[in-house]
């Protein structure tokens, strides 16, 4: 089971130290990590691994969107199963 | 293989372009609580209800974190309770009413609908004493929706029935005209009543129905509008096939939400309804939808063919996404729920006859539509007796859900809030159709009923 962690907003200092600490934090396995800063935009999305999770998986959600409340990004997790629904046959 | 495109494709249609699923609809059977004294047939119903749907909502709340997808509503549907009526004679039934509504307030969920009668043919024993308590039944509830179906393609249109619920719908608004008249917002006049509809107010759990089943209602407006406005010089070939995509993906989410609430709430999955619902928030009107497919206004000349192609496109793509479709499945067209709608007319571009002929190619029928409060109860009959013809003759289902502003004139404007939003009174005919509905009988069924 995997889950992707979107984050976009305005880069800072530790954005993916924070989101990957909450991941380790949860025992949830950073997979695949694609970044990138346009100017001073920041966008990354991650592939994580839940399957050994040591909580449940909206505990990770509440703590994701408390991050992008308190550092202004826009974040979002969500289980891989609603992308690959709608984007394969 | 996930890729970023499809990744960022798929937030910005919940971020931005107000994707979501409207509703999860438990449908539960209610022929097990049937009893000849009413306080225990109601006893019967709070437990079940209460029992099968205790879950409902935070199961929904659970899915929505874990896809990240909002889901809007929760929902119930019940048997018609004129079946549980007609077992208790002589009792008064708006105590399934508050029943009820005591059951939806105890599980949480939005909408309760079932309060509903069948008659195409003819009333049955308990079907006329629930359609006379609907005024009040609407009035002492607040999340009760109730339907009648009043005509089918099988068995022609109940005229009697007609002529009374008429009377039934002015009469909801009189005793409700203190709050905005909210009594007949939550009442249909069905023609081909669909038995697995997870919308509401027309929703009812029909007895060729499982015990419990789950529906879902998927939506998606602004969704479909925004993938259609990036290419302003497509064919009409192009558009049909842009809007066939974006069903797909809209409805393989619903059915991938379905199944989930399913497997959790240990129900079976019913069907996805691949309806197009609006809402009033800006960005999700299907309104928009026809003006970004060529038209300067909606209600102008095209709006039927723009809609016929928008509908049919709904279908065709959603169905190969779903593994069942049901329901009304389609486009809607409410006016005081979609922001583009209530703009055509306020600025008089839309009226109720181009409403009714768009009602012929969309997927339910004349919806949420403000009337004068000084319409006659024959003039409402007559306006269901239309809708119900254009029903029973294309075989598909119509509905009827006029609301008269008691006390307001053209012009004015109902305020509902929440998902049923605002409408401007619009103009009717005012010449008398009371002979044609004081005649009573059945409107015999079309030819084309005759398949065996």
């Given at each position: 089971?995997?889950?992707?962690?979107?984050?976009?907003?305005?880069?800072?200092?530790?954005?993916?130290?924070?989101?990957?600490?909450?991941?380790?934090?949860?025992?949830?396995?950073?997979?695949?990590?694609?970044?990138?800063?346009?100017?001073?935009?920041?966008?990354?999305?991650?592939?994580?691994?839940?399957?050994?999770?040591?909580?449940?998986?909206?505990?990770?959600?509440?703590?994701?969107?408390?991050?992008?409340?308190?550092?202004?990004?826009?974040?979002?997790?969500?289980?891989?199963?609603?992308?690959?629904?709608?984007?394969?046959? | 293989?996930?890729?970023?495109?499809?990744?960022?494709?798929?937030?910005?249609?919940?971020?931005?372009?107000?994707?979501?699923i409207?509703?999860i609809?438990?449908?539960?059977?209610?022929?097990?609580?049937?009893?000849?004294?009413?306080?225990?047939?109601?006893?019967?119903?709070?437990?079940?209800?209460?029992?099968?749907?205790?879950?409902l909502v935070s199961v929904g709340e659970q899915i929505e974190?874990?896809?990240?997808?909002?889901i809007?509503?929760k929902?119930?549907?019940?048997?018609?309770?004129?079946?549980?009526?007609?077992?208790?004679?002589?009792?008064?039934?708006?105590?399934?009413?508050?029943?009820?509504?005591?059951?939806?307030?105890?599980?949480?969920?939005?909408?309760?609908?079932?309060?509903?009668?069948?008659?195409?043919?003819?009333?049955?024993?308990?079907?006329?004493?629930?359609?006379?308590?609907?005024?009040?039944?609407?009035?002492?509830?607040?999340?009760?929706?109730?339907?009648?179906?009043?005509?089918?393609?099988?068995?022609?249109?109940?005229?009697?029935?007609?002529?009374?619920?008429?009377?039934?719908?002015?009469?909801?608004?009189?005793?409700?005209?203190?709050?905005?008249?909210?009594?007949?917002?939550?009442?249909?006049?069905?023609?081909?009543?669909?038995?697995?509809?997870?919308?509401?107010?027309?929703?009812?759990?029909?007895?060729?129905?499982?015990?419990?089943?789950?529906?879902?209602?998927?939506?998606?407006?602004?969704?479909?509008?925004?993938?259609?406005?990036?290419?302003?010089?497509?064919?009409?070939?192009?558009?049909?096939?842009?809007?066939?995509?974006?069903?797909?993906?809209?409805?393989?989410?619903?059915?991938?939400?379905?199944?989930?609430a399913?497997?959790?709430?240990?129900?079976?999955?019913?069907?996805?309804?691949?309806?197009?619902?609006?809402?009033?928030?800006?960005?999700?009107?299907?309104?928009?939808?026809?003006?970004?497919?060529?038209?300067?206004?909606?209600?102008?000349?095209?709006?039927?063919?723009?809609?016929?192609?928008?509908?049919?496109?709904?279908?065709?793509?959603?169905?190969?996404?779903?593994?069942?479709?049901?329901?009304?499945?389609?486009?809607?067209?409410?006016?005081?729920?979609?922001?583009?709608?209530?703009?055509?007319?306020?600025?008089?571009?839309?009226?109720?006859?181009?409403?009714?002929?768009?009602?012929?190619?969309?997927?339910?029928?004349?919806?949420?539509?403000?009337?004068?409060?000084?319409?006659?109860?024959?003039?409402?009959?007559?306006?269901?007796?239309?809708?119900?013809?254009?029903?029973?003759?294309?075989?598909?289902?119509?509905?009827?859900?006029?609301?008269?502003?008691?006390?307001?004139?053209?012009?004015?404007?109902?305020?509902?809030?929440?998902?049923?939003?605002?409408?401007?009174?619009?103009?009717?005919?005012?010449?008398?159709?009371?002979?044609?509905?004081?005649?009573?009988?059945?409107?015999?069924?079309?030819?084309?009923?005759?398949?065996?």
């Amino acid at each position: 089971m995997k889950a992707v962690i979107t984050v976009i907003g305005k880069d800072n200092v530790g954005i993916l130290h924070k989101v990957s600490g909450i991941c380790a934090e949860y025992h949830a396995n950073v997979i695949e990590v694609t970044q990138s800063v346009l100017q001073d935009m920041f966008a990354m999305i991650m592939l994580v691994d839940i399957s050994d999770i040591n909580a449940d998986f909206s505990q990770i959600v509440d703590k994701m969107n408390a991050l992008g409340d308190k550092l202004g990004l826009s974040i979002h997790t969500m289980h891989e199963d609603i992308f690959n629904s709608m984007h394969n046959i | 293989m996930l890729n970023v495109y499809d990744i960022l494709e798929t937030i910005r249609m919940i971020q931005d372009e107000c994707l979501d699923i409207r509703t999860i609809t438990m449908g539960i059977s209610l022929l097990d609580c049937i009893d000849p004294d009413i306080d225990k047939a109601c006893e019967k119903v709070y437990s079940k209800i209460t029992s099968k749907a205790k879950n409902l909502v935070s199961v929904g709340e659970q899915i929505e974190k874990e896809y990240g997808i909002p889901i809007i509503h929760k929902r119930i549907s019940v048997t018609p309770i004129a079946m549980l009526v007609a077992a208790c004679k002589g009792s008064d039934p708006v105590k399934f009413a508050l029943t009820l509504q005591k059951a939806a307030d105890a599980c949480g969920v939005n909408f309760i609908g079932g309060y509903s009668a069948l008659v195409q043919k003819g009333f049955s024993a308990g079907d006329l004493e629930l359609i006379n308590s609907i005024p009040e039944a609407l009035s002492v509830t607040s999340n009760l929706c109730s339907s009648i179906n009043i005509g089918s393609s099988k068995a022609g249109i109940n005229m009697d029935a007609v002529k009374l619920m008429g009377e039934i719908v002015k009469k909801s608004a009189e005793v409700t005209a203190d709050r905005q008249c909210i009594g007949p917002a939550k009442l249909v006049v069905f023609c081909n009543a669909p038995e697995d509809n997870p919308f509401m107010a027309g929703a009812f759990h029909g007895v060729g129905e499982p015990d419990c089943v789950i529906n879902v209602g998927v939506s998606g407006p602004g969704v479909v509008r925004a993938a259609l406005v990036k290419y302003p010089d497509a064919s009409i070939d192009e558009i049909a096939d842009i809007i066939k995509k974006t069903a797909f993906k809209i409805t393989r989410m619903g059915q991938l939400v379905g199944s989930r609430a399913s497997k959790m709430l240990d129900v079976p999955f019913g069907i996805v309804d691949l309806s197009l619902a609006p809402t009033p928030a800006v960005g999700d009107s299907v309104a928009h939808i026809l003006e970004a497919i060529g038209l300067e206004c909606c209600g102008t000349h095209g709006t039927t063919a723009a809609l016929a192609l928008l509908n049919d496109a709904v279908k065709k793509g959603g169905v190969m996404a779903s593994s069942h479709v049901g329901g009304l499945s389609g486009a809607f067209i409410p006016v005081s729920e979609d922001a583009g709608m209530i703009d055509a007319a306020m600025n008089g571009t839309l009226h109720i006859e181009k409403l009714e002929a768009m009602t012929a190619v969309c997927s339910v029928g004349l919806d949420m539509i403000v009337v004068p409060g000084d319409i006659t109860a024959a003039t409402i009959s007559a306006i269901i007796a239309d809708e119900a013809a254009i029903g029973m003759v294309n075989n598909k289902t119509t509905a009827v859900r006029l609301i008269p502003a008691i006390g307001k004139k053209e012009g004015d404007i109902l305020e509902f809030g929440g998902l049923l939003g605002s409408g401007p009174v619009m103009s009717i005919n005012t010449k008398s159709p009371a002979q044609f509905i004081n005649r009573g009988g059945r409107i015999p069924a079309p030819m084309h009923s005759i398949k065996n």
